[in-house]
Structures are given as structure tokens and as C-alpha cells.
């Protein structure tokens, strides 16, 4: 019987090199650069909190990453939590009997442009960034109208527990963020359909080579619109923790889109399709706040943080085309 290392030692050591997932390394280094600045962070209150702020994109990098698997990207995210935040406040308008009719309303507004995403790109040829940038611009259009560009109506305490609620007492770990909560529930679920169902074989068989895989039997154009409609829906998720964690907001998801690209990218997808896990997207989102974070420990300006935001999304689509191609 060969033992682990034996069997390793057979590997190229190229091959296993790339397909190790760096993105944990990068968040441990990063969170450990934080605690030495501000040794509080290592605190497991401070830790819990940190996660709680986090969680928003690692729920948009658990829904952004079955897009990039499929081949594709979907821009409109940023612009559905900003819809979700809106409408939210105005569906409910403070009203607590309304909370979970308001939320139901919300998934059914994130299903209609998920699959409306989908079947542009699927059935009338769109590329994706075409077609979600023009959805991007359609719901920050109704967005700034519904709610006359600025914020409108009010979001009640069971709505914003959603985002802010901290449970002090809980056992072995102190305190336990209903955000952290959600996301994991969303993250773990999103594991599940990509890696242990035919739905998740099928998503990565087409990003890797969608004609072959329409030659194999796969159903590519209802596997790219159910990609973009868990999009959809981890936007509708993070949205509402948002607006829990932060209230009401004309500008709550501007940029998200982008940093849960750059997230799934971080955590190893290739942005060609085929490649990519829901963990690395998830220690991705985690690096890609805990770099923000320290940026902030350091004082950087805000202009400071976008540039060095772009500079991490030009390096790492670079990175992800120098991996496809070694991977190839």
C-alpha cells in the first residue's frame, strides 16, 4: 500500500503547487499582520466581529463563483443589494408584521433578474458582461427612482437583527453574529450544489469547454441560467444583511460586484471557467476584507483603498490566465 507522500511524490511538483489553494495562507498572513497592528483583533469578540462585517461578500463570492465557473461574470450584484436595500425599506416601512412577506418579495424580485440574466446570456447570445452591466444599469436606474435618490421608509428591528444581532452567551465561543450565521448556512448550502450534485459537475464540465459538454448531453443554457440565479440570490441574501448591519442606503452595494470577483479570483477560479471552489471564493472574500481592514489600521485615504483595490484586480486576473494556461 503506497502511503500519502509516496503518491504525492508521483505529482509534478508544478501541478500540485497551482492546484493548492493559497487563499487561506493569505488570510491567516493578512489577520496576523492586523493582530500585531492592533493586537485587540485577537481577541475572539473582535475576531466574531470582523466576520460579522465580512460576511456580506463571502455570501456574494459563494453566489459570484458559479458564474465564473460557468465562464462568465455577473456585474449586477452591487446593484441588486443596493435594489434589496431600497425596497426593503419601502416594502416593510417599518412595519415588523411585514418583515417576512417584505423578504419574500425580495427573493422573488432577486429570481426574476437572476433568470432574466440567464436567459439573455443562454438564449440570445449576450455576452456576460454585456448583459449584466446592462442589468446593473437598469436596477441602479430603479433603484434611484423608486426611491427618489435617497433613502425612503425604515427598517424594523426584526429585519435589521438580521444583519446586527449578536448573541452574547453562546457556548464555547462567547458570541455568535447572526450575519456569520447566514452566511455560513448560504456558503454550506452553495458547497453542497457545487461539489456533491450533478448540477455542480455539470457547472464546471461547461466552463471548461461548453461545446463539448453540449456534445456530452449536458443541458448548458438551464445550467447557466440556475448559475445566475444563485447569483442573483447571493445578492439578495447580502443585501439584506446590509441593510440589518448598516440601515438604509442608496449606495449599499456599489462596488460589491467587483471585490467578489477579485474574491473568487483570490480564493483560485479561473476566470476563463471550468476551475474554481466554493471555499477559495469564501477565503478569498475573507483575505480580500482583511486586506481593507488593514488598509484602514493604516490610515490609507479612501482613494488609496480603490487604487490598491484595482491594483489586487488586474493582479489577479493576471494570475488566474497564468494558471489556466499552466493548468493546461
Not at 255 to 267: D, H, N, R
Request: one cysteine or more; proline letters at 3%.
Amino acid at each position: 500500500m503506497r502511503t500519502i507522500a509516496s503518491q504525492m511524490q508521483g505529482l509534478p511538483l508544478r501541478k500540485l503547487i497551482l492546484s493548492f489553494n493559497i487563499a487561506l495562507v493569505v488570510f491567516i498572513c493578512l489577520y496576523g499582520v492586523i493582530c500585531i497592528i492592533q493586537p485587540n483583533y485577537a481577541n475572539l469578540n473582535l475576531f466574531m466581529n470582523f466576520l460579522r462585517r465580512a460576511a456580506p461578500l463571502a455570501i456574494l463570492a459563494s453566489g459570484q463563483v458559479f458564474v465564473i465557473i460557468s465562464g462568465g461574470f455577473d456585474l449586477s450584484m452591487g446593484a441588486v443589494v443596493t435594489l434589496v436595500v431600497v425596497a426593503a425599506s419601502i416594502f416593510i416601512n417599518g412595519d415588523p408584521g411585514a418583515t417576512w412577506s417584505g423578504i419574500a418579495l425580495l427573493y422573488a424580485m432577486g429570481i426574476a433578474i437572476g433568470v432574466t440574466n440567464g436567459l439573455v446570456v443562454s438564449y440570445l447570445k449576450v455576452p456576460s458582461i454585456i448583459a449584466t452591466l446592462g442589468m446593473k444599469l437598469l436596477v441602479t436606474g430603479l433603484a434611484l427612482m423608486w426611491s427618489g435618490g435617497s433613502p425612503r421608509g425604515d427598517l424594523p428591528d426584526n429585519f435589521r437583527n438580521l444583519g446586527r444581532f449578536v448573541w452574547r452567551d453562546a457556548p464555547l465561543i462567547g458570541t455568535l453574529s447572526i450575519a456569520v450565521v447566514i452566511a455560513v448556512v448560504f456558503a454550506g448550502l452553495a458547497w453542497f450544489f457545487l461539489h456533491r450534485t450533478a448540477f455542480g459537475k455539470r457547472l464546471i464540465a461547461m466552463g471548461d469547454n461548453p461545446r463539448t459538454a453540449e456534445l456530452a448531453g449536458t443541458p448548458v443554457k438551464r445550467t447557466r441560467v440556475l448559475a445566475f440565479l444563485v447569483s442573483s440570490l447571493a445578492a439578495v441574501t447580502a443585501g439584506i444583511v446590509i441593510g440589518g448591519f448598516a440601515g438604509v442606503s442608496v449606495n449599499a452595494g456599489n462596488g460589491l460586484e467587483l471585490q467578489a470577483i477579485a474574491a473568487c479570483v483570490i480564493g483560485g477560479a479561473i476566470l476563463l471557467g471550468g476551475g474554481g471552489t466554493l471555499v477559495g471564493a469564501v477565503f478569498g472574500a475573507l483575505s480580500l476584507y482583511a486586506l481593507f481592514t488593514l488598509l484602514n489600521l493604516l490610515g490609507m485615504p479612501q482613494a488609496m483603498r480603490d487604487t490598491v483595490q484595482g491594483l489586487i484586480l488586474i493582479a489577479a486576473v493576471a494570475a488566474s490566465v497564468l494558471r489556466a494556461k499552466k493548468l493546461g
